[in-house]
């Protein structure tokens, strides 16, 4: 969750923006978008929803607690607006914008008053429109249908914020349809960026100082956006145009399904210097019985391969994964083959969740619900063996030289935190002159979830360098019969 600010046109009226961003990095990015399609009417940042004019809340949808969140923050900002009507201070616009406004618009609007406007995910090109139709009339909701090509036709080219690292949508929806997931009812069906747009956005991102891009989508590696012939184009390609733009160095991508990491995105791994060692590839569960019922569409064996597949073309390869835990039916035979399968894996870092039931998925009324206390049991001793893994995964880069690049200041005195090749943060002291950098750095010690390092000087260091594949990662897996 954070805060996303926009900056206003010089000479125009301030007025004060609040975003609060819940969930995945394409909210983090349409966050920053929507602060783009309000610079021009002259918002401005604010710390704090208390001396807000607008406040938006772009909200998640994928579990139950998220949604209940965005609840409890509307009840506070319902006093807040109310006092400050009472006080004089001016007017204050609510919107919920995102996947909850999309599933539950007219739910929010019965249950809190105090919201002006609810905007789905496909539709928020669009607020510059409706705050000036909500000045007129409360209680407007749109987005309910999926238009992303629009939305992105109408979003501006330049994009405001600073920095050297980027979030770039090139895919939004899906058509996987998993059990559990609301993805599809909340975002629509699969569609990705024409090339051209997506490079076109990449250029003016580089021309702003950006160095490291990553690419978003909720099935990113199923990516067919228009190429310049006219043809389907896929992700690898897109990744090997992006890096012939000048500045961009390092590309990352996420989130990936197992059944769309093809043959040429895989072979890109080992070819192109760009495309960082860092793969996120959930699975969801080592079961091949709750693969089934999840709908995932493929096996434990089929991803054991894959992982097979990708190590033999990059090595030293990082894998982060998602896992469910508690999904309905779960067995404790199901739950040894998740350990089984993390274990074999070796994961590098990874995102772990009790199942939540989310209405109008089909698993929320399939039965044999487990029970909550044997989730958390459950869940607890999985997060400990990833935990396990991505301590172990740090501290095997102790002794290595790796190309870091610095993103901002650090804590203490002139202190520089940048990121490895494998997404670790890396803390190095006397750094601070190199924000902007890729600078090889030697890793001191690794910790639970970032690296001490210490500049080298040495020009013979190897800026690339891949090192020896680290047992916690390179360990060839086990065969198993299908």
Known sequence: MSDTLAHPKAGQATKRLF??????????????????????????????????????????????????????????LRVLKEARGEAGQGGMTIAVAG???????????????????????????????LLTRTARARGERIGADFAPVDKFDALPAARGGDGVTAFLTVQEGCDKFCTFCVVPYTRGAEWSRPVAAVLNEARALADRGVRE????????????????????????????????????????????????MSDDLIAAHAELDALMPYLHLPVQSGSDRLLRLMNRKHGRQK???????????????????????????ETDR?????????????????????????????????AAQVAPEVAKARLHTLQALLLEQQTAFNQSQAGRIL????????????????????????????????????????????????????????????????????????????????
């Open 19 to 76: 975003i609060k961003t819940y969930g995945c990095q394409m909210n983090v990015y349409d966050s920053e978008r929507m602060a783009d399609v309000l610079r021009p009417l002259g918002y401005a940042p604010t710390e704090t929803p208390d001396d807000a004019d607008f406040v938006i809340l772009n909200t998640c949808h994928i579990r139950e607690k998220a949604a209940e969140k965005v609840y409890s923050e509307l009840g506070k």
């Open 99 to 129: 996947c909850v406004a999309q599933a539950e618009g007219e739910e929010i609007m019965r249950r809190q008053p105090a919201v002006d406007l609810v905007v789905g995910p496909q539709a928020y090109h669009q607020l510059p429109e």
């Open 213 to 260: 891009l990553t690419l978003l989508g909720q099935n990113v590696n199923a990516y067919d956006g228009e190429g310049a012939d006219g043809n389907p184009s896929t992700l690898a390609r897109l990744a090997y145009a992006l890096a012939d733009i000048p500045g961009i160095d390092r590309i990352r991508y996420t989130t990936s399904h197992p059944n769309d």
């Open 303 to 329: 991803y054991f391969d894959l992982i097979e597949r990708i190590r033999a073309a990059r090595p030293d390869m990082a894998l982060s994964g998602d896992f469910i835990v508690g999904f309905p039916g």
């Open 334 to 366: 199901d739950f040894e083959d998740t350990m089984d399968l993390v274990r074999r894996v070796r994961y590098a870092s990874a995102f772990s969740f009790i199942y939540s039931p989310r209405p109008g998925t089909p698993a929320a009324t399939m």
């Open 403 to 482: 190309p870091v690049l610095f993103e901002k200041k650090g804590r203490h005195g002139a202190q520089a935190i940048g990121r490895s090749p494998y997404l670790q943060s890396v803390h190095v002291d006397d750094a601070d002159h190199l924000i902007g950098q890729i600078v090889p750095v030697e890793i001191v010690s690794g910790q639970q979830n970032s690296l001490a390092g210490r500049l080298i000087h040495s020009q013979a260091a190897h800026l690339q360098q891949r090192g020896a594949v680290s047992q916690a990662i390179g360990a060839p897996l086990r065969s198993e019969a299908p």
